[in-house]
Protein backbone atom coordinates (compact mmCIF):
# COMPACT_ATOMS: atom_id res chain seq x y z
CA UNK A 1 0.00 0.00 0.00
CA UNK A 2 1.60 3.37 -0.91
CA UNK A 3 1.29 6.65 1.17
CA UNK A 4 -1.43 8.22 -1.06
CA UNK A 5 -3.50 5.08 -0.88
CA UNK A 6 -3.09 5.10 2.94
CA UNK A 7 -4.21 8.86 3.10
CA UNK A 8 -7.10 8.77 0.64
CA UNK A 9 -8.78 6.13 3.76
CA UNK A 10 -7.39 8.47 6.78
CA UNK A 11 -10.55 8.85 8.40
CA UNK A 12 -13.06 6.16 6.19
CA UNK A 13 -13.70 3.67 3.64
CA UNK A 14 -12.90 5.47 -0.08
CA UNK A 15 -15.98 6.19 -2.16
CA UNK A 16 -14.72 5.66 -5.62
CA UNK A 17 -13.41 1.83 -5.25
CA UNK A 18 -14.19 -0.81 -7.91
CA UNK A 19 -15.94 -2.49 -4.68
CA UNK A 20 -17.91 0.38 -4.03
CA UNK A 21 -18.96 0.14 -8.06
CA UNK A 22 -20.40 -3.32 -7.85
CA UNK A 23 -22.12 -2.66 -4.48
CA UNK A 24 -24.27 0.63 -6.56
CA UNK A 25 -24.72 -1.81 -9.68
CA UNK A 26 -26.32 -4.43 -7.32
CA UNK A 27 -28.01 -2.40 -4.63
CA UNK A 28 -28.78 0.64 -6.30
CA UNK A 29 -31.71 -0.46 -8.38
CA UNK A 30 -35.17 1.11 -8.79
CA UNK A 31 -36.68 4.66 -7.76
CA UNK A 32 -33.23 4.23 -5.19
CA UNK A 33 -30.60 4.42 -8.40
CA UNK A 34 -33.11 7.77 -9.59
CA UNK A 35 -32.10 10.11 -6.34
CA UNK A 36 -28.96 8.31 -6.12
CA UNK A 37 -28.21 9.91 -9.99
CA UNK A 38 -29.97 13.16 -8.72
CA UNK A 39 -27.66 13.05 -5.07
CA UNK A 40 -25.11 13.08 -7.96
CA UNK A 41 -26.29 15.88 -9.80
CA UNK A 42 -26.48 18.74 -7.43
CA UNK A 43 -24.09 17.63 -4.88
CA UNK A 44 -20.42 18.73 -5.10
CA UNK A 45 -18.49 15.68 -4.80
CA UNK A 46 -16.05 14.91 -2.24
CA UNK A 47 -14.50 11.55 -1.00
CA UNK A 48 -15.88 10.32 2.02
CA UNK A 49 -19.72 11.34 1.18
CA UNK A 50 -20.92 12.38 -2.77
CA UNK A 51 -21.12 9.88 -4.49
CA UNK A 52 -22.84 8.67 -1.25
CA UNK A 53 -23.25 4.73 -0.81
CA UNK A 54 -27.16 4.59 -1.18
CA UNK A 55 -30.34 6.39 -0.38
CA UNK A 56 -31.71 5.94 3.11
CA UNK A 57 -35.64 6.25 4.29
CA UNK A 58 -35.64 5.81 7.39
CA UNK A 59 -33.47 5.57 10.78
CA UNK A 60 -34.93 4.22 13.61
CA UNK A 61 -33.49 3.36 17.10
CA UNK A 62 -30.03 0.49 16.05
CA UNK A 63 -30.94 0.79 12.39
CA UNK A 64 -30.69 2.62 9.27
CA UNK A 65 -33.27 1.34 6.32
CA UNK A 66 -32.86 2.11 2.62
CA UNK A 67 -34.75 3.31 0.39
CA UNK A 68 -35.46 -0.95 -1.52
CA UNK A 69 -36.18 -1.72 2.50
CA UNK A 70 -33.20 -3.07 3.17
CA UNK A 71 -32.28 -2.80 7.43
CA UNK A 72 -28.92 -2.18 8.53
CA UNK A 73 -27.76 -2.25 12.30
CA UNK A 74 -25.54 0.91 11.69
CA UNK A 75 -22.51 0.78 13.58
CA UNK A 76 -21.38 3.97 12.33
CA UNK A 77 -24.53 6.66 12.88
CA UNK A 78 -21.82 9.69 12.58
CA UNK A 79 -21.71 9.59 16.47
CA UNK A 80 -25.08 10.76 17.03
CA UNK A 81 -27.07 8.07 17.37
CA UNK A 82 -26.17 7.16 21.32
CA UNK A 83 -29.47 7.22 22.31
CA UNK A 84 -30.61 5.69 19.28
CA UNK A 85 -31.95 7.26 16.27
CA UNK A 86 -34.98 8.75 16.10
CA UNK A 87 -35.39 8.38 19.77
CA UNK A 88 -39.12 8.77 20.64
CA UNK A 89 -38.32 10.96 23.86
CA UNK A 90 -36.07 12.83 22.04
CA UNK A 91 -38.72 13.63 19.18
CA UNK A 92 -41.33 14.21 21.79
CA UNK A 93 -39.08 16.61 23.36
CA UNK A 94 -38.60 18.33 19.64
CA UNK A 95 -41.91 18.28 19.34
CA UNK A 96 -43.81 19.82 22.73
CA UNK A 97 -41.18 22.28 22.39
CA UNK A 98 -42.33 23.25 18.99
CA UNK A 99 -45.78 23.59 20.23
CA UNK A 100 -44.44 25.57 22.56
CA UNK A 101 -43.94 28.08 20.23
CA UNK A 102 -40.20 28.77 21.05
CA UNK A 103 -37.70 26.86 18.51
CA UNK A 104 -35.46 29.83 17.85
CA UNK A 105 -34.26 32.12 20.39
CA UNK A 106 -32.37 35.22 18.94
CA UNK A 107 -28.77 35.99 20.82
CA UNK A 108 -29.40 38.53 23.62
CA UNK A 109 -32.46 36.52 24.51
CA UNK A 110 -32.32 32.98 26.48
CA UNK A 111 -35.03 30.41 27.20
CA UNK A 112 -36.08 27.93 29.80
CA UNK A 113 -34.41 25.28 27.70
CA UNK A 114 -31.12 26.39 27.15
CA UNK A 115 -30.60 27.16 30.71
CA UNK A 116 -32.09 23.69 31.93
CA UNK A 117 -28.97 22.32 29.08
CA UNK A 118 -26.33 24.31 30.67
CA UNK A 119 -27.29 23.57 34.55
CA UNK A 120 -27.26 19.60 33.63
CA UNK A 121 -24.03 19.92 31.89
CA UNK A 122 -22.57 21.77 34.90
CA UNK A 123 -23.99 18.81 37.03
CA UNK A 124 -23.03 16.07 35.08
CA UNK A 125 -19.37 17.08 33.74
CA UNK A 126 -16.81 16.06 35.82
CA UNK A 127 -15.17 17.78 38.29
CA UNK A 128 -15.50 21.87 38.42
CA UNK A 129 -16.55 21.95 34.75
CA UNK A 130 -19.10 24.47 35.12
CA UNK A 131 -19.88 26.88 32.34
CA UNK A 132 -20.88 26.28 28.54
CA UNK A 133 -21.47 27.53 25.50
CA UNK A 134 -23.10 26.76 22.30
CA UNK A 135 -22.82 26.32 18.64
CA UNK A 136 -24.20 24.52 15.86
CA UNK A 137 -21.41 22.14 14.83
CA UNK A 138 -18.72 20.14 16.38
CA UNK A 139 -15.91 22.09 14.43
CA UNK A 140 -17.27 25.30 15.47
CA UNK A 141 -17.19 24.18 19.36
CA UNK A 142 -13.15 23.34 18.44
CA UNK A 143 -13.04 26.57 17.34
CA UNK A 144 -14.22 28.23 20.68
CA UNK A 145 -11.94 25.87 22.68
CA UNK A 146 -9.31 27.12 20.79
CA UNK A 147 -10.12 30.83 21.09
CA UNK A 148 -10.96 30.48 24.66
CA UNK A 149 -7.31 29.12 25.21
CA UNK A 150 -5.98 31.83 23.14
CA UNK A 151 -7.85 34.50 25.59
CA UNK A 152 -7.00 32.95 28.78
CA UNK A 153 -3.27 32.18 27.82
CA UNK A 154 -2.44 35.21 25.87
CA UNK A 155 -0.93 32.96 23.32
CA UNK A 156 -1.51 31.33 20.19
CA UNK A 157 0.23 27.81 19.90
CA UNK A 158 -1.39 24.29 20.19
CA UNK A 159 -0.11 20.80 20.45
CA UNK A 160 -2.30 17.83 19.18
CA UNK A 161 -1.93 14.52 17.84
CA UNK A 162 -1.31 12.92 13.86
CA UNK A 163 -3.90 10.74 12.71
CA UNK A 164 -6.36 12.64 14.82
CA UNK A 165 -9.36 14.41 13.17
CA UNK A 166 -11.23 17.55 14.92
CA UNK A 167 -13.33 19.38 12.34
CA UNK A 168 -13.49 21.19 8.89
CA UNK A 169 -12.84 24.50 9.46
CA UNK A 170 -9.11 26.36 9.41
CA UNK A 171 -8.49 26.27 12.87
CA UNK A 172 -9.86 22.71 13.36
CA UNK A 173 -8.30 21.04 10.37
CA UNK A 174 -5.00 22.73 11.58
CA UNK A 175 -4.93 20.96 15.09
CA UNK A 176 -5.93 17.87 12.95
CA UNK A 177 -3.34 15.54 12.05
CA UNK A 178 -4.59 14.17 8.80
CA UNK A 179 -3.22 14.77 5.43
CA UNK A 180 -6.54 14.16 3.67
CA UNK A 181 -8.40 17.67 5.29
CA UNK A 182 -5.65 19.85 4.66
CA UNK A 183 -3.92 18.96 1.27
CA UNK A 184 -4.34 21.22 -1.06
CA UNK A 185 -5.66 24.46 1.10
CA UNK A 186 -2.09 25.60 1.24
CA UNK A 187 -1.06 27.47 5.17
CA UNK A 188 -3.44 26.87 8.13
CA UNK A 189 -3.32 28.31 11.06
CA UNK A 190 0.15 28.88 12.33
CA UNK A 191 1.55 27.13 15.49
CA UNK A 192 -0.39 23.97 15.30
CA UNK A 193 2.21 21.46 16.38
CA UNK A 194 1.28 17.88 15.70
CA UNK A 195 3.23 14.91 18.11
CA UNK A 196 2.43 10.91 17.97
CA UNK A 197 -0.88 9.42 19.98
CA UNK A 198 0.33 6.53 22.46
CA UNK A 199 -1.02 3.87 19.91
CA UNK A 200 0.56 0.61 21.76
CA UNK A 201 -0.33 -1.28 18.64
CA UNK A 202 1.39 0.65 16.14
CA UNK A 203 3.84 3.05 16.67
CA UNK A 204 7.02 4.30 14.78
CA UNK A 205 9.01 3.15 16.71
CA UNK A 206 8.20 -0.59 17.04
CA UNK A 207 7.64 -0.57 20.83
CA UNK A 208 5.34 -3.05 22.15
CA UNK A 209 5.37 -2.49 25.82
CA UNK A 210 2.33 0.50 26.69
CA UNK A 211 4.81 2.20 29.51
CA UNK A 212 7.70 2.41 26.45
CA UNK A 213 5.23 3.98 24.13
CA UNK A 214 3.96 6.36 26.97
CA UNK A 215 7.28 7.38 27.84
CA UNK A 216 8.31 8.06 24.53
CA UNK A 217 5.50 10.19 23.70
CA UNK A 218 5.87 12.26 26.58
CA UNK A 219 9.48 12.98 26.28
CA UNK A 220 8.55 13.84 22.69
CA UNK A 221 5.93 16.32 23.89
CA UNK A 222 8.00 17.71 26.26
CA UNK A 223 10.52 18.04 23.30
CA UNK A 224 8.23 20.62 22.04
CA UNK A 225 6.92 22.03 24.49
CA UNK A 226 10.27 23.07 25.58
CA UNK A 227 11.15 24.34 22.24
CA UNK A 228 8.14 26.01 21.35
CA UNK A 229 7.50 28.22 24.37
CA UNK A 230 4.47 29.46 25.16
CA UNK A 231 2.32 26.89 24.12
CA UNK A 232 -1.60 27.98 25.08
CA UNK A 233 -2.97 24.32 24.70
CA UNK A 234 -2.78 21.00 24.31
CA UNK A 235 -5.96 18.94 22.89
CA UNK A 236 -7.15 15.60 21.97
CA UNK A 237 -9.68 13.13 22.22
CA UNK A 238 -8.88 11.27 25.45
CA UNK A 239 -9.86 7.55 23.46
CA UNK A 240 -8.74 8.67 19.90
CA UNK A 241 -11.38 7.57 17.22
CA UNK A 242 -9.37 4.19 16.06
CA UNK A 243 -9.60 3.93 18.91
CA UNK A 244 -6.30 3.71 21.11
CA UNK A 245 -6.94 3.89 24.51
CA UNK A 246 -4.15 5.60 26.32
CA UNK A 247 -2.97 4.67 29.77
CA UNK A 248 -4.33 6.62 33.24
CA UNK A 249 -0.78 7.45 33.54
CA UNK A 250 -0.30 9.09 30.08
CA UNK A 251 -2.68 11.28 30.37
CA UNK A 252 -1.72 12.26 34.09
CA UNK A 253 1.71 12.77 32.33
CA UNK A 254 0.69 15.11 29.89
CA UNK A 255 -1.59 17.49 32.33
CA UNK A 256 1.73 17.73 34.10
CA UNK A 257 3.48 19.33 31.41
CA UNK A 258 0.26 21.43 30.65
CA UNK A 259 0.31 22.63 34.55
CA UNK A 260 4.38 22.95 34.33
CA UNK A 261 4.13 24.77 30.71
CA UNK A 262 1.40 26.68 31.08
CA UNK A 263 -1.06 25.45 28.68
CA UNK A 264 -4.96 24.55 28.70
CA UNK A 265 -5.60 20.84 28.31
CA UNK A 266 -8.72 20.40 25.84
CA UNK A 267 -10.45 16.97 25.28
CA UNK A 268 -12.28 16.66 22.15
CA UNK A 269 -15.25 14.13 23.42
CA UNK A 270 -17.13 14.85 20.13
CA UNK A 271 -17.79 11.29 19.14
CA UNK A 272 -16.68 9.64 22.88
CA UNK A 273 -19.11 11.77 25.14
CA UNK A 274 -22.56 10.43 26.41
CA UNK A 275 -21.74 6.93 27.28
CA UNK A 276 -20.20 5.87 24.55
CA UNK A 277 -17.27 4.18 26.40
CA UNK A 278 -19.13 3.32 29.41
CA UNK A 279 -18.91 6.44 31.47
CA UNK A 280 -20.81 9.41 30.50
CA UNK A 281 -18.20 11.60 29.63
CA UNK A 282 -14.35 9.61 28.99
CA UNK A 283 -12.52 11.67 30.96
CA UNK A 284 -13.96 10.16 33.78
CA UNK A 285 -11.52 7.26 33.10
CA UNK A 286 -8.76 9.81 33.05
CA UNK A 287 -8.70 13.45 34.70
CA UNK A 288 -10.94 16.39 34.60
CA UNK A 289 -9.49 18.69 31.51
CA UNK A 290 -10.02 22.54 31.40
CA UNK A 291 -11.85 22.15 28.92
CA UNK A 292 -14.27 19.63 27.14
CA UNK A 293 -15.73 19.77 23.72
CA UNK A 294 -19.38 18.40 22.83
CA UNK A 295 -20.92 17.88 19.60
CA UNK A 296 -22.65 14.98 17.28
CA UNK A 297 -24.79 13.07 20.21
CA UNK A 298 -25.76 16.19 22.09
CA UNK A 299 -28.18 17.38 19.67
CA UNK A 300 -30.43 14.01 20.03
CA UNK A 301 -29.63 12.89 16.74
CA UNK A 302 -31.82 14.95 15.51
CA UNK A 303 -30.77 18.49 15.10
CA UNK A 304 -26.92 19.91 14.77
CA UNK A 305 -26.08 21.34 18.34
CA UNK A 306 -22.56 21.31 20.14
CA UNK A 307 -20.98 23.29 22.26
CA UNK A 308 -17.70 23.74 25.65
CA UNK A 309 -17.67 23.59 28.94
CA UNK A 310 -15.36 24.78 31.34
CA UNK A 311 -13.69 25.78 34.60
CA UNK A 312 -15.24 29.20 36.15
CA UNK A 313 -12.08 30.33 36.14
CA UNK A 314 -12.19 30.64 32.67
CA UNK A 315 -15.04 32.96 32.41
CA UNK A 316 -13.15 36.16 31.49
CA UNK A 317 -13.85 37.05 28.30
CA UNK A 318 -16.59 39.62 29.09
CA UNK A 319 -15.32 42.15 26.99
CA UNK A 320 -14.96 40.03 23.72
CA UNK A 321 -16.90 37.05 21.32
CA UNK A 322 -15.31 33.82 21.32
CA UNK A 323 -18.70 31.83 19.83
CA UNK A 324 -20.91 35.04 18.45
CA UNK A 325 -23.15 32.14 16.57
CA UNK A 326 -26.61 32.48 15.61
CA UNK A 327 -28.09 29.33 17.29
CA UNK A 328 -26.08 29.67 20.73
CA UNK A 329 -29.04 29.68 22.93
CA UNK A 330 -31.15 27.59 20.05
CA UNK A 331 -34.47 26.68 21.61
CA UNK A 332 -35.15 23.60 19.71
CA UNK A 333 -31.62 22.36 20.08
CA UNK A 334 -31.41 22.42 23.66
CA UNK A 335 -34.89 20.31 24.13
CA UNK A 336 -33.60 17.92 22.33
CA UNK A 337 -29.97 17.66 23.42
CA UNK A 338 -32.00 17.53 27.07
CA UNK A 339 -34.25 14.85 25.99
CA UNK A 340 -30.93 12.86 24.86
CA UNK A 341 -29.16 13.25 28.63
CA UNK A 342 -32.22 12.49 30.32
CA UNK A 343 -33.15 9.44 28.06
CA UNK A 344 -28.63 8.35 28.81
CA UNK A 345 -29.65 8.76 31.91
CA UNK A 346 -32.73 7.36 32.66
CA UNK A 347 -31.35 4.14 30.89
CA UNK A 348 -28.15 3.94 32.29
CA UNK A 349 -26.76 3.52 29.14
CA UNK A 350 -23.36 4.45 30.27
CA UNK A 351 -23.29 1.30 32.68
CA UNK A 352 -24.83 -0.54 29.88
CA UNK A 353 -22.41 0.88 27.36
CA UNK A 354 -19.63 -0.86 29.88
CA UNK A 355 -21.31 -4.08 30.05
CA UNK A 356 -22.22 -5.08 26.61
CA UNK A 357 -18.71 -3.54 25.31
CA UNK A 358 -16.85 -5.90 27.67
CA UNK A 359 -18.49 -8.58 26.10
CA UNK A 360 -18.40 -7.70 22.47
CA UNK A 361 -14.52 -7.40 23.41
CA UNK A 362 -14.40 -10.96 24.64
CA UNK A 363 -16.19 -12.23 21.49
CA UNK A 364 -14.16 -10.71 18.94
CA UNK A 365 -11.44 -12.20 21.23
CA UNK A 366 -12.95 -15.26 20.93
CA UNK A 367 -12.62 -14.86 16.82
CA UNK A 368 -9.16 -13.54 16.82
CA UNK A 369 -8.27 -16.90 17.90
CA UNK A 370 -9.24 -18.54 14.60
CA UNK A 371 -9.22 -15.37 12.23
CA UNK A 372 -5.78 -15.07 11.08
CA UNK A 373 -6.71 -11.54 9.91
CA UNK A 374 -7.30 -9.91 12.73
CA UNK A 375 -4.28 -8.52 14.18
CA UNK A 376 -5.40 -7.02 17.38
CA UNK A 377 -8.98 -6.03 18.93
CA UNK A 378 -9.37 -3.05 21.47
CA UNK A 379 -11.65 -0.98 22.14
CA UNK A 380 -13.73 0.80 25.65
CA UNK A 381 -17.74 0.63 26.15
CA UNK A 382 -19.38 0.40 22.89
CA UNK A 383 -16.51 1.82 20.75
CA UNK A 384 -14.85 -0.71 19.20
CA UNK A 385 -12.12 -1.48 16.72
CA UNK A 386 -10.42 -4.86 14.83
CA UNK A 387 -7.19 -3.88 13.35
CA UNK A 388 -7.29 -6.50 10.17
CA UNK A 389 -3.64 -7.00 8.96
CA UNK A 390 -2.26 -9.39 6.00
CA UNK A 391 -0.06 -10.92 8.93
CA UNK A 392 0.43 -10.81 12.68
CA UNK A 393 4.07 -10.33 12.68
CA UNK A 394 4.76 -7.54 9.76
CA UNK A 395 1.21 -5.60 11.03
CA UNK A 396 0.48 -5.14 7.45
CA UNK A 397 -2.70 -3.84 6.95
CA UNK A 398 -5.15 -5.57 5.31
CA UNK A 399 -7.24 -2.78 3.41
CA UNK A 400 -8.36 -4.64 0.58
CA UNK A 401 -9.78 -7.47 2.43
CA UNK A 402 -11.27 -4.70 5.24
CA UNK A 403 -12.99 -3.39 2.20
CA UNK A 404 -14.69 -6.55 1.26
CA UNK A 405 -15.41 -7.45 4.46
CA UNK A 406 -17.36 -4.12 4.83
CA UNK A 407 -19.32 -5.15 1.62
CA UNK A 408 -20.14 -8.51 2.50
CA UNK A 409 -21.33 -7.30 5.78
CA UNK A 410 -23.67 -4.44 4.28
CA UNK A 411 -25.00 -7.57 2.19
CA UNK A 412 -25.51 -8.93 5.46
CA UNK A 413 -27.38 -6.54 7.44
CA UNK A 414 -24.75 -4.79 9.51
CA UNK A 415 -23.20 -1.24 8.40
CA UNK A 416 -20.05 0.26 10.10
CA UNK A 417 -16.84 2.17 8.96
CA UNK A 418 -13.51 1.19 8.30
CA UNK A 419 -10.55 3.56 9.61
CA UNK A 420 -7.05 4.60 8.17
CA UNK A 421 -8.31 1.73 5.53
CA UNK A 422 -7.74 -1.68 7.30
CA UNK A 423 -9.33 -0.69 11.30
CA UNK A 424 -12.95 -1.80 11.33
CA UNK A 425 -15.09 0.62 13.64
CA UNK A 426 -17.86 -0.77 15.65
CA UNK A 427 -19.99 2.27 17.40
CA UNK A 428 -23.42 1.42 17.60
CA UNK A 429 -26.60 2.71 19.08
CA UNK A 430 -25.87 2.99 23.05
CA UNK A 431 -29.47 1.19 22.88
CA UNK A 432 -28.42 -1.96 21.50
CA UNK A 433 -29.12 -5.31 23.43
CA UNK A 434 -27.23 -7.98 23.47
CA UNK A 435 -29.06 -10.83 21.06
CA UNK A 436 -28.46 -7.50 18.66
CA UNK A 437 -24.55 -7.44 19.25
CA UNK A 438 -24.34 -11.44 18.65
CA UNK A 439 -26.26 -11.37 15.50
CA UNK A 440 -23.54 -8.00 14.31
CA UNK A 441 -20.47 -9.96 15.26
CA UNK A 442 -21.95 -13.22 13.40
CA UNK A 443 -22.39 -11.28 10.67
CA UNK A 444 -19.06 -9.98 10.57
CA UNK A 445 -17.43 -13.48 11.88
CA UNK A 446 -18.85 -15.19 8.71
CA UNK A 447 -17.62 -12.22 6.51
CA UNK A 448 -14.35 -12.42 7.27
CA UNK A 449 -14.12 -16.13 7.45
CA UNK A 450 -15.14 -16.07 3.63
CA UNK A 451 -12.69 -13.30 3.10
CA UNK A 452 -9.77 -15.96 4.48
CA UNK A 453 -11.11 -18.46 2.44
CA UNK A 454 -10.33 -16.14 -0.56
CA UNK A 455 -13.83 -15.22 -1.53
CA UNK A 456 -14.26 -11.95 -3.19
CA UNK A 457 -16.88 -9.40 -3.23
C1 LIG B 1 -13.50 13.92 17.12
C2 LIG B 1 -14.23 14.88 16.26
N1 LIG B 1 -14.05 16.20 16.47
C3 LIG B 1 -14.70 17.11 15.70
C4 LIG B 1 -15.56 16.74 14.69
C5 LIG B 1 -16.25 17.78 13.86
O1 LIG B 1 -17.61 17.79 14.13
P1 LIG B 1 -18.66 18.34 13.03
O2 LIG B 1 -18.66 17.36 11.91
O3 LIG B 1 -19.96 18.37 13.79
O4 LIG B 1 -18.20 19.70 12.64
C6 LIG B 1 -15.76 15.38 14.45
C7 LIG B 1 -16.66 14.93 13.36
O5 LIG B 1 -16.61 13.84 12.87
C8 LIG B 1 -15.08 14.42 15.25
O6 LIG B 1 -15.24 13.12 15.03
Redo the contacts with the bound molecule.
Sequence with gaps: MNAHTRMDREQGDVNTSLNREKYWSRYLTGPAREWFEKDCRYFLHQSLSTPVLNVLSRAEGIYVEDMSGRKYIDMHG??VHNAGFNNPEVVAAVKRQLDEGLSFCPRRYTNTAAVRLAEKLAEITPGDLYRSLFCP??????EMALMLARQVTGRFKTLSFWD??????FG?ASISGEEHFHGGLGPLVPGAFHVEFPSYYRNPWGFTNPGDVDAECLRQMEIVFQREPEMAAVIG?PVS?KPVIPSKAYWEGVEALCKQYGALLIF?E??EGFGRTGKMFAAEHYLTPDVL?L??SLGGGIV?F?GIVTRERYNTCRHRSIGHYTHEKNALCAAAALAEIEYIEKNRLPEHAAELGRYALERLNGMMEKHPLIGEVRGVGLHLGIDLVKDRKSKTRAVEEAEIIMYKCFEKGLAFKTIEGNVITLRPALTIKRQEMDLALDILDEAIGEVEQGKKY
Design positions: NGGGSESIAYHGTTAEADIIVGKPA
